[in-house]
């Protein structure tokens, strides 16, 4: 494969293709100074290790990349190397800038994708809450990328419609590999604890069931299955259960106003919170609080 680094607005291979920052193909034969300073991503940027090992510090930690591993950042990110250069090796990578992107998890990648606004929003939360950006052993980017470089450089008929669906398949797929690699050795116990500690962290988000599937790796059913066979409610009234015991913690607090807790614990309205937290403790938040001064 020949070596090139295509940026926006230099290469007439990316003319069509606005929301692409950076494509490379890029191999280190010599060390070189400053050539890959740490800075933020300008959109959301993946690299596959083709050859070679690389030491990187992303957002603050250090991390050793080797063949096949792929790094996974967000634009609020930094990535870059300690050192200020790039290892001896050979990568691959592609910088996207969506729409909309924000560190809260909303994701609009644009109207090139064709990836649905659900599926948008179960990424936008996956890539927002994940603290691990190194994927290891993912193989199947290599070739979605040697892909993309025969599409941009051949252009042949229909050459922009594949360019759109191979990003989307590369994101899709470096996604699934994040959301799944950190339970590929824990049984569903050990990664039903971690969900619940992830959703207590962030009650204030609207959860919904594909998102939280989407955390463990898991389809919408199959998920709804185990959580009902583990804790004996459906994933949004287990959910809502969450959310008001932790409501119950607030309440103890004078400093919180009722709006303030059912804001903060995901429900939409005061009312809403209040006929809830009601109807599975007997109380209103009101009186929960005053019996409990």
């Known amino acids: ?4 680094i295509l940026y926006q607005g230099k290469a007439k291979e990316l003319s069509y293709f606005p ?10 034969q010599n060390i070189q100074l400053n050539s890959q300073e740490i800075k933020a991503s300008e959109g959301i940027r ?5 050859d070679g090992k690389f030491d990187w510090n992303i957002d603050g930690q250090p991390f050793l990349l ?13 990535i870059g190397s300690s050192k200020g250069a790039y290892d001896i090796g050979a990568l691959m990578w592609i910088t996207i800038k969506p729409l909309h992107f924000e560190a809260n998890g909303e994701l609009v990648l644009g109207e090139w994708s064709s990836i649905s606004e659900t599926d948008q929003r179960v990424i936008g939360t996956i890539l927002s809450l994940n603290k691990k950006p190194i994927l290891t052993r993912l193989k199947a980017c290599q070739q979605i990328f040697q892909n993309l470089e025969v599409e941009l450089f051949a252009k042949e008929l229909g050459y922009k419609t594949r360019v759109n669906h191979l990003i989307d398949e590369l994101l899709i797929t470096a996604v699934r590999h ?5 339970n590929l050795r824990r049984d569903f116990p050990q990664t039903f604890l971690k969900l619940e500690q992830t959703l207590r962290e962030n009650l204030s988000h609207p959860w919904s069931v594909e998102e939280m599937a989407g955390l463990v790796g898991l389809g919408t059913t199959a998920f709804s299955e185990k959580v009902k066979a ?14 008001i015991s932790e409501a119950i913690k607030l309440l103890g607090r004078k400093d919180l106003s009722l709006t303030d807790i059912a804001l903060e614990t995901g429900f939409y309205s005061s009312q809403h919170f209040s006929s809830t937290f009601k109807k599975l403790t007997g109380y209103t938040p009101r009186e929960f609080r005053k019996n409990t001064d």
């Open 19 to 28: 929301y692409i920052i950076e494509f490379a193909n890029y191999k280190i």
């Open 66 to 78: 080797y063949p096949n591993d792929v790094s996974l950042t967000c634009p609020w990110q930094t």
């Open 178 to 182: 994040l959301s799944k690699q950190d």
């Open 1 to 4: 494969m020949s070596q090139f």
């Open 230 to 243: 583990f804790s004996g409610f459906s994933p949004l009234n287990y959910l809502i259960n969450i959310r």
């Open 46 to 50: 993946i690299c596959l290790i083709v």
